[in-house]
């Protein structure tokens, strides 16, 4: 069976968002994780975009089910790190360009662009369980969350670095591959992606900070970092 390898939809007036897969086995009528990863400018302000938007975002049946700021750096990488990830899961990607559609969101949004800079954005395919929709909107648990990003991670390193974790209290959360990306098209100009080098965005959870510096030394997580392009990672305040 043959699935849609991109879906576009007029946004605005002369404007069209596309959703576009990065390989083969991805489908766009299937759940697909959008990531956000960048820098705050007015914490604050971002804040408050969210508050704003998220009506929009539960409107078409999306939830975000990680949401953390940087608080230390693990692995050191200057080009991929950044302040804040946040992680949502749309039940299709049409249900993203139907939010995009609406003026009232793309009205709020302008103060999500005022707020953040070194903007990341794609779609990436779980590979662990998927979460359940989180209860609250608060994160309210006391695990400590470490966040690993990457370009051009090996899977099968990725699937020993996670049977190691499962197996020395280091908790899998969120094991997110790219799947697809965004594009923009004015009129009938060429479509303009929007940035997103990630290959693979891994979330882990511990107990304590200690646990989580442990894993970043051990030999799996060593052997990891050595056979990828480059790589970052840090412990992240979970805040949803």
């Given at each position: ?31 697909l994780w959008a990531i956000n990863w960048f820098d705050l400018k007015r914490g604050w302000l971002y804040e408050l975009y969210n508050r704003l938007a998220f009506q929009h ?184």
């Open positions: 069976m043959s699935h849609k390898k991109i879906i576009s939809a007029e946004i605005a007036n002369k404007t069209t968002a596309s959703i576009i897969c990065t390989n083969s086995d991805t489908q766009l009528d299937q759940p975002v539960k409107g078409v049946g999306a939830y975000p089910i990680f949401k953390g700021q940087l608080e230390k750096v693990l692995l050191s990488n200057e080009r991929l790190q950044r302040d804040m990830l946040l992680v949502v899961r749309y039940p299709k990607a049409q249900s993203l360009l139907d939010m995009l559609s609406v003026k009232l969101f793309q009205l709020k949004s302008l103060l999500r662009n005022a707020a953040v800079r070194h903007f990341q954005f794609g779609f990436m395919k779980q590979g662990n369980q998927p979460k359940e929709e989180p209860p609250s909107l608060k994160y309210m648990g006391k695990l400590k969350f470490m966040v690993h990003v990457c370009e051009n991670e090996d899977h099968r390193q990725i699937d020993q670095l996670v049977a190691y974790a499962n197996s020395n209290e280091v908790f899998p959360y969120f094991i997110g591959s790219k799947s697809a990306i965004m594009g923009l098209q004015q009129g009938k100009g060429r479509i303009r992606t929007i940035d997103f080098i990630l290959s693979h965005v891994l979330i882990f959870s511990a107990f304590d900070d200690e646990t989580l510096e442990a894993f970043v030394n051990s030999a799996p997580y060593q052997q990891l970092i050595q056979k990828s392009e480059s790589s970052f990672s840090g412990i992240y305040r979970r805040k949803i």
